[in-house]
């Protein structure tokens, strides 16, 4: 590090929520950068996976390369398509970006209708992909899904414009099915992206939450996601050789052993350090040995953060940073007193 990039060697702060936090490291990463700091010195650890969704908006915003390793980015997954599939078919788009939208919604959960109908859909009906079903030749026992589909499709596309985004998401995320499909896949921790094996759906309230900031417009927010699967695209290995500079975020676990000039700690909150679901003592020590890893990666320069709220819930300070040192008891008290 220069002395033009000089920062002080450790920063603590505390933000209203996630997303708040993440435009914050990012607007300090971009200050870093234009002062000469190269992106492969910084990196960003998170502890669960679910964080990605707010630091890659705010990232791909601020306008710098980032790489996420070991896990693909939060519009990248699988399970977030599934749901913006449905947006992407209600709102007629047409081109190849259709014809995958529609065969992704329409195949989750499986209704076995396959990629070939879709692609016949979408050779009758280019701008429409989902208008094109109707011509489509199936099988009998496959006409009844396709029926129920059709049905869910023209009654929801019927609210678009009418009806806030985030209620619509919730709303054709239990009628298609799509909610139950992620409860069977239901994991044990929030780096399980489908639920926290307790019902609740987190990779829904992400999507919704994100919808929730455009109103009724639904096209405007559907135009943002695809904005950033572009921009954020497939996981990154850290055996890659990071050739185009970018900052790299990755989780606690995989930081180990590792070392960058600058590093950012983010989600230092109760819920997450500890994680809720450290219930006994050993596991908890588990939890503060992680902590001390994350404090300790950074060669340099150390940034700290925590959230009042983290998804929508009340969170706090990480006990962990109070017991580093990082910050007194009196100071927990000024900074969460807003």
């Known amino acids: ?33 234009d002062a000469g700091l190269p992106g492969a010195s910084i990196a ?20 710098f390369t980032f790489r996420i390793i070991g896990a693909p980015s939060f519009w990248s997954r699988y399970q977030t398509q599934a749901i913006t599939s449905y947006l992407k078919v209600l709102l007629a788009i047409g081109s190849k970006v259709g014809e995958e939208a529609l065969a992704t919604a329409i195949s989750t959960p499986a209704r076995f209708i396959g990629s ?20 489509c030749r199936i099988y009998p026992k496959q006409q009844a899904n396709a029926k129920a589909f059709t049905a869910l499709i023209n009654k929801y596309r019927k609210q678009v414009g009418e009806v806030p985004v985030i209620d619509l998401i919730r709303a054709i995320v239990e009628e298609s099915g799509v909610g139950a499909w992620l409860r069977d896949q239901a994991g044990d921790d929030d780096d399980t992206p489908e639920t926290n094996g307790n019902g609740s759906l987190p990779i829904v309230d992400d999507v919704a939450v994100a919808g929730a900031e455009w109103g009724n417009d639904l096209a405007g927010f559907v135009a943002w996601v695809m904005e950033q699967e572009a921009v954020t695209g497939k996981a990154s290995d850290l055996r890659n050789e990071n050739e185009d500079d970018a ?7 995989r930081s180990k052993g590792l070392e960058w000039p ?36 950074a060669e340099q320069a150390l940034f700290v953060s925590s959230t009042s709220i983290y998804a929508g819930k009340p969170a706090g300070i990480s006990p962990f940073v109070l017991e580093s040192g990082l910050v007194s008891e009196d100071e927990v008290e000024e900074v969460t007193a807003f």
């Open 116 to 135: 070939k109908t879709c692609w016949a859909a979408a050779q009758a009906s280019p701008n429409d992909p989902f208008a094109g079903l109707a011509t």
């Open 247 to 253: 900052v790299t975020v990755l989780s606690i676990h």
């Open 44 to 63: 960003v650890l998170i502890r669960t996976n679910r964080q990605t969704r707010a630091l890659e908006s705010s990232f791909a915003r601020a306008g």
């Open 1 to 33: 590090m220069t002395a033009d990039t000089a920062i002080a060697p450790l920063t603590f702060a505390h933000y209203g929520d996630e997303v708040e936090e993440a435009d914050a490291i990012a607007t300090q990463i971009a200050a870093l950068r």
């Open 262 to 297: 600058v590093v950012f700690v983010s989600g230092c909150s109760e819920g997450l350090m500890p994680h809720k679901l450290a219930a006994t003592a050993q596991e908890v020590e588990e939890e503060r040995r992680m902590a001390y890893v994350a404090f300790t990666r």
